[in-house]
Structures are given as C-alpha cells and as structure tokens.
C-alpha cells in the first residue's frame, strides 16, 4: 500500500501525476423493497420490555408478543385435547421376567426385583446367630454419676463392677475423677446370651498424672497404676506493651484469664491508662504443668511485672494454700503486699477528662464534670474498682448503658455508655470482676468510660480514695518470698 506523498500526488500535474486505467463505477442505487427489507431488519421486533416503558419501541415489542400469543393460541389444537402420543407395548412373558430382574422396586412393594439364588443343599441353617468374641466400647463419666453405675451400664455384671471400682479406689479416689473422663472397655466371649460379657481390659486417665489399667490375667481382673511424669516448669511471657497491653500479652500466647488476671494486679499499683507506655515490656509467668503424654495445663498467674525503665513493677502472689499457691494475695519484691480497700482502674485505658468543670463536647457549654473519662477500644472489658452490689443495670439517660454498684462505707461508683452490660441488678460482684463493655451509648462522642464515685450520695473526685491497708512480710516468710521470686525470674520467657 503507498501514500499520496509517496508518488507526488499532491504536486500538480507533469510526469508526477499517475493513472490507473480504471474508473470507479457507481453503485446501483436500491430498489424500493430492497430498501423497505433492509429498514424492516434494522427494527427491533423484541425489545426488552422491562426497559423503556411507555415508548414507541416498548408498544411495538408489546404488540409482537401480543401477536405471537394470539398466534400460539389460535394454532393450538385446544387446551382439553390431549396429544396423543405412541406408546410402547407392555411387556410379557420372558422379556418382562428379565425386565423386572433388572429393576429397583421400592420397600413399600416389597423389594423383590433383581435375580435371586436359591439355596442348595451345601446351605445348613444356624440355630442362632453367632457373638462376636469381643466388643470394644467407649463409656463417659457424667456429672455426679457413679463409676460402678458406668461400668453396668456398659455391659459389665454387677458384682465385677464393684470389684472393679474398689480397685480402683485404692489408687485413686473415685471423686478426684473428673466429670467427662473417657473410659475404654472390651469386653470377652460370654458362655451364653444369659449371662453378661465379663470385662476383659479397662483403661482411663484418672488424672493428668496418672493412667489407670485393668487386665484380665490368668482369669481375674489385674489393676495397674500408670504414673505420668510431668514437668512444673512456669510458663513466662515477655513482650512489648504496644498499643493494647491485652492485646499484646495475648498476642504472644498468655491465656486470657491470666491477662486479667495480671491487668488487675497492675492496676492495684498503677494506672493502666496513664502509667503504661507502648515502650514498656510485660513479664507474666502462669503455673504450667506438661505431662510426658504432650498435654499441657495451664494455671493461675503467679507473677506480675512491668519494666518502665527506671521504674518496675514486680509483684509476686503469696500466701493461700502454700508458699506461691492457689490464692493468697500480691506481694511487691521488697514484701510489701497488696493494698486493702483501694479501688482499683476500672478499665486498661488513658485518661481523656478529669474530675470538674469543662467545656461539654455536646452541649457546647461549660458544666460541672463529675467523674473521669477513660478513652478505650469499643468492647475493651470494665472491671468492678471494689466489691459491692449492683444497684442499678440498664439504660440511664444521658449515661446510656450505665451499672451502679454500692460498696461499703457510704461508697458507691458507677459506669456509662457501655456497650453491653455483664451484671444483674442486686447480684454481688468481686473486685476486678468484669461488668461490662467500652461502648458510646447515651451522650457520647467516642467509645469510653465515664467513671463516677459518690459517698453518701455526693459525688466526689475519685482520685481521693486511697489505700487503708498494707500487708508486710518479714523474717523467714520475707527469706523465702524472696526465693521463690528469684526461681521464677530465673526460667527463660517461652519456657514449656
């Protein structure tokens, strides 16, 4: 293909100009059917009449189906004359035999296609169906039921039973078997159908320490104790505090309870939401048993810490059933314990409005603010500042979802614009005991906390409140405090 400026077209005349030999001939011009064919095909017949309603093309597509419907209907044969169709010869003899031989016939007839075999004479009939030799079963301890009750019901005879629970009572009490335990049984071959299957193995976890056998050996029933060893090294975890310290510690693998657990000991020190920064580094060590089978229980905190720097927070749970144990309170690392009657921070969250007057967000005026505002993620948990009762659980006005809680000595608090609320009225609550959720019911701008102290019905400040109590080790008790501290700040953060 060449352009026009390629051969001088565009230059007049001369030997630049080119002649093809060949004129282009002008088209036929269309006949008057042929132009009402071509225009009649460019139209629409079938429009979408869902779309342009009422329009020159929806009235056409109407009439077409209008027509194509006055067609079908003058076409048809009518609505009560059946088409007759040609149908097949029923089958008989031979061919409906092989027919029906190859057929599924329905249980409510029966069932009886398909090709059958008759017996012969090599088929003896059984006077009695056969037992199986052994049966393995599975049984569950339920809540309050009975060992012996477990095994009867499975299939044991009642005398073997009882010979059976009092073995095993004799290496473990039948109380300190939980609820939900699996017991696996087999039980033998039995003489007759008229006597019950004698057992012939029975194994359980009795506790997490300890397995439980018993065997049939030389034709009586063996009991076998299965210790577990287990390793009581604590669980540490470390971190960094980030934005959330909840968050965080659960992030890096710390059970939930023990973070509340821990953020309620912080809080009896310091402020969650003022005194921790992102930059500070949690420490909480939890009891942790790992038997040699790979199950690992998890148990209470045993110790608290925060490093701020140059300030740490080091507090250690002492006292109650041992040194260390279950219960007992919170010691600081120089044996200071922990303070009674204070109330401690009722949510992990940063101080956003104090106690006083203040220029109100939404009133737009200056007003008397009487409680605290803590700024905190929306469903953050809100934790009772001391034990009381609740006196009032619902909607209150400007509060939105709001609890009150009376306490002793004239003292009540209260909590708003929750999101969700966790207490009843009239039910006693537990210092730290979660009532409830950040939310921004009622009157509010954001998700927080508005926290409110009242003594003898007057509000005050709750920053007045101080500690009445403080519990002091000393001697031998301080001697060995100081000493189980030390072991546990000895184990590795990860440790199992």
């Not at 007049?12 to 080119?18: F, I, K, N, R, V």
């Not at 002008?26 to 779309?51: F, K």
């Not at 009642?158 to 010979?163: G, P, Y």
């Not at 926290?451 to 001697?479: C, H, K, M």
Request: charged fraction near 20%; charge should be positive; include cysteine.
């Amino acid at each position: 293909m060449f352009l026009r400026s390629d051969h001088g077209l565009d230059e007049g005349g001369g030997s630049a100009t080119l002649s093809f030999g060949r004129t282009l001939a002008p088209l036929n011009s269309q006949t008057s059917l042929e132009a009402l064919r071509a225009r009649l095909a460019d139209i629409d017949w079938a429009p979408d009449l869902g779309a342009q309603i009422g329009t020159a093309t929806w009235w056409r597509g109407a009439a077409t189906c209008t027509a194509l419907i006055a067609a079908t209907c003058w076409l048809s044969p009518g609505f009560n004359r059946p088409l007759i169709g040609a149908t097949p010869a029923p089958l008989e003899g031979a061919a409906w035999e092989e027919a029906r031989a190859q057929a599924i016939a329905p249980l409510g007839w029966g069932a009886n296609s398909g090709r059958r075999i008759a017996s012969n004479d090599l088929v003896a009939p059984l006077a009695e169906t056969p037992e199986r030799p052994m049966i393995e079963l599975a049984a569950t301890l339920g809540s309050g039921d009975n060992f012996s009750r477990v095994l009867t019901r499975a299939g044991v005879a009642r005398d073997e039973a009882e010979s059976v629970t009092q073995m095993v009572a004799r290496a473990v009490a039948l109380s300190a078997i939980k609820p939900g335990t699996q017991l696996a049984l087999t039980l033998g071959r039995r003489p007759s159908r008229d006597v019950p299957r004698p057992l012939d193995n029975l194994k359980f976890r009795a506790r997490f320490d300890l397995n439980v056998a018993v065997a049939r050996t030389g034709g009586k029933l063996v009991m076998t104790p299965q210790p577990i060893a287990i390793d009581n090294t604590p669980l540490r975890i470390r971190g960094l505090v980030g934005q959330s310290l909840y968050r965080s510690a659960r992030a890096a693998g710390a059970p939930a309870k023990a973070v509340e657990a821990y953020i309620r000991a912080l809080a009896s020190r310091i402020s969650i939401g003022r005194d921790v920064q992102a930059d500070n580094i949690f420490d909480i060590v939890v009891r942790q048993a790992r038997a040699a089978t790979g199950e690992v229980q998890l148990g209470e905190l045993l110790y608290a810490g925060l490093d701020r720097g140059a300030k740490k927070v080091q507090l250690l749970r002492w006292g109650g059933e041992a040194a260390g144990g279950k219960g007992g309170q919170w010691f600081e690392a120089s044996g200071v314990g922990e303070r009674r009657g204070v109330m401690s921070m009722p949510v992990s969250g940063h101080l956003t409005s104090s106690y006083g007057m203040r220029f109100h967000p939404i009133m737009r005026m200056m007003r008397m603010h009487k409680g605290m505002d803590f700024g905190a993620a929306y469903g953050t948990p809100i934790h009772a500042a001391m034990d009381g009762i609740v006196a009032l659980a619902g909607r209150s006005n400007g509060y939105g979802n709001f609890v009150k809680l009376t306490h002793s000595g004239g003292l009540a608090t209260g909590y708003g614009h929750m999101s969700r609320i966790a207490v009843r009225a009239g039910t006693r609550v537990a210092q730290g005991q979660i009532i409830g959720y950040v939310g921004s019911t009622g009157m509010s701008t954001g998700p927080h906390l508005h926290y409110e102290v009242w003594r003898n019905g007057i509000s005050i400040n709750p920053r007045t409140i101080t500690f009445t109590q403080v519990a002091q080790l000393s001697g031998d008790a301080l001697r060995a405090f100081k000493a189980k501290l030390a072991s546990l700040l000895s184990v590795k953060p990860g440790a199992h």
